[in-house]
Every structure is written in C-alpha cells, then in structure tokens.
C-alpha cells in the first residue's frame, strides 16, 4: 500500500480522532459534519477536513462523515490493523500498569511478555503476560517476531537496555523512562512519554495564567487610584 | 513580570533544553554553541537561537551559550522556581509510581498528599507522602492552597473526580487517564498523557517504515526481473 507523507502534528490528532469517534459510535451516532466534530474537538471544521484529505476523500458534502467508516480508515492509517507484538522490558510500578490497566490489544499490539531482572516474579504470570529473566531477553528477540520494545526500566538502565534491544533488531520503542535514549540521527523509532517534559509544559501554563492575572490586576489597581485622584 | 506569548512547540522543546544542559553541567562543560546543542538535540542552530531569542538573548556571538545560566533561565520560564504544590488523586499503579519513582520538587512542584478510596492504604504514607480519603478531598482542597491535581483514577471515574478537583478551585490537571476530561472552551488548564494517543503514534511510524521498505523491495524486485528479460 502507498503511503502518503503527513505532517507531525496530523498524526497527533489523528488517536484524538480516533477516540473521539468511538465514543459518537458508542452513543450510537453514525454520523457526523466536519463542523461538529470540529467543535467537539477545539478544531476548526477546515482544519478537519485538511487533515483527513491527506488520507483521501471520506466526507461527503451535507452528507458529513461516517462515524464508522472514518474511525476504520484511521485505525488503518495508525497501523492498529497490522497485529504488532510487543515486549515490555521492566516490571516495575510503571510496568505493571501497563501490564494490568492498559490493554494493548484494543490498539492493534499483543503484549508477548515481560522482562525484568526481580527473581520473585521471573516466572510468574501478571494478568496473564508472562515475566521472564533479563537474561533470556535476547535470545527470546532472536526467536520471535517482536515489532516494538516497551521501555519502563529505571532510567540508570535505560541506555544499557535499549543498546541490547537494538543489537537484537528491535527497530521502535516506546519509551517510559526519562532519558534521551536514541541520537538525533539514529534510525531508531522512540515515541517518548517524558513524565517531566509534560509536567514541565503544564507548570509553564499555569505559571503563564498567573502571570496573566497578575499583569490585569496590576492594571485595574493603577486604574482605581488614577479614578480617585 | 511580563511574560511574551511563546508557540506550543518552542514550549514543548523547553524541557528537553533543559534535560540536555543538566546532562552538560554533569559532564562540567560550562558553554555551548548553538550548532553543538543542535547536533546533540536533532535541531538546527538558527532554531535553536530562534527558540531562546523567545525569551531574550542567552548567547553571546562566538562564545556560545552559559550552560547554567541558559538553564536557570529555561527552568524560571518553566515555572520550576515558583514552589507549585499538587496533590494525587488515584493510588493505583500509575499513582505509585509516581510517588514512589518521580521526583516532583527535582521539577519545583511538591506533592502535598495523595487520595485514594482503598481503606487498605488509607492514612499509610507511601515514600513519606500521606495517603487521605477521597471523603477529604473537598475540605482539603478548600483549606490548602494547591496549583494542580494528578489525575491517576481509573477513566471511568475521571470526569467524576475532574468535578469535584475543579468545584474546589483546582485551574490545573496533569491528566494520567485516557479521557478528554475538559471540553475545548473550558477554562481548566489540562496537560494530557493519553497513554494509547503516545502507543499510535508509535505503530503509525512503524507502519510508514515498513510499508516504504516494501515499496523499496518490491522496486528492486522490477529492477531485477526487468534486467534479466
């Protein structure tokens, strides 16, 4: 299948789309115009229609799109119908959640099983993934076809591992740890998840509001005692 | 003080800014030009003096960039010196982790308290932060001044809890569930770390790579049929 090139900030909104869609589907709505899926979401109905017309035409004029279709072709587009598996490397807290709470399969990827190095749940099953030892992690990426890494050790680990994940051909990673784990110019695929890159992004807005605040209230109060004077 | 307006990309590059010039004082080197710090960051020089010329000029013509002070500087725009204080609302495994693995005052906030509705750890500290009822929560948010709310409840709860957070005056949610828990309009300043959005843009960039491998194959394979005809 042809692909076409999409910018960055498309595919970002694409798995808002995407949820987006399912919760019409849920509440029964089969379809839906570009202008209330827009405001639905904070975007602009034109916005809407731009960043699907990368994928081809899906709306129709008066028509709007359907809820269905258009959630199939962006499950296609996300590659959630491609079946990739997946191994976890670190069962820590992190770990754990993603094995308990977080259900890959509803995404497209089957969670093969998990690595860590704690021999007290080596062996074990965790919601029904298995735990093996570390040490079987590269021959287990030799003998089976692994699509992408989940990365959720400790962060003083996290280049040793993703160095023996990469010498065993892993080719993406899905990282939860907070270190920068591949060069700029590596062919290697990082999503990162950056706890404190977004914790920062959110102290910056609120530190924006605040300011934003200060600055009006300042002027109301130069105002008030210009008006008394 | 005023503030200027920044883009959300300059915004979201800050942190990583701020993680690289951290690993350069660790490694004692007290200056960098802005063609090195691109080189290490996958950016070019002129986005670089772009990005910070945001805030006013660090760099000097020839010299480079003061590691710590471009630091201290990104970490002031950042909100990190303003002592923001949070609390928890959800002891699962993503709540644990975070107290018991993220250093939030590494990133200027303090975790006051957490809440959970288990009895199990109810009144228990975990990594020395006090576990409360979720019954506490409306009273303490009304007697303590709190900046933002960690929402880590399972989803079906997220809207419920985002309710109360914001009847009780909480402006900012660093959001752990996978909901849109804010409609576009709202006022409430979210920072969303939707797990599943984070796994799809991963298979996205995977996809795109195997598919431009397989048009690449299946053109050598022409190449080669048609040299032999």
Known sequence: MKRIKVSNNVIRRLPRYLRRLDELAA???SRISSSELGQQLGLTPSQIRQDFSCFGEFGQQGYGYNVTALREEIARILGMDRGYS?????VGNIGRALMDNFCFS????KLLCAFDVDSGIIGKKLN????????ELSAFLKSNTVDLAV?????????????ILTENG????????????AAPESPLIVENLHFSDSLLSLTY?????????AARNARL???KSSAKN
Not at 106 to 109: E, K, N, R
Not at 128 to 135: A, Q, T
Not at 205 to 210: G, P
């Open 106 to 109: 509803a995404w497209g990827c």
């Open 128 to 135: 029904g993934i298995p735990v093996r030892s570390m040490d």
């Open 86 to 90: 997946a191994v976890l490397i670190g």
């Open 27 to 29: 509440q029964g709505i």
């Open 221 to 223: 109060e130069r105002q």
């Open 205 to 213: 807005y609120i530190s924006d509001k605040k300011d934003e605040e």
């Open 170 to 181: 892993i080719e993406a990673i899905w990282n939860f740890t907070n270190v920068d784990i």
């Open 151 to 163: 990365l959720a050790v400790p962060n003083d680990s996290a280049k040793k591992v993703t160095a």
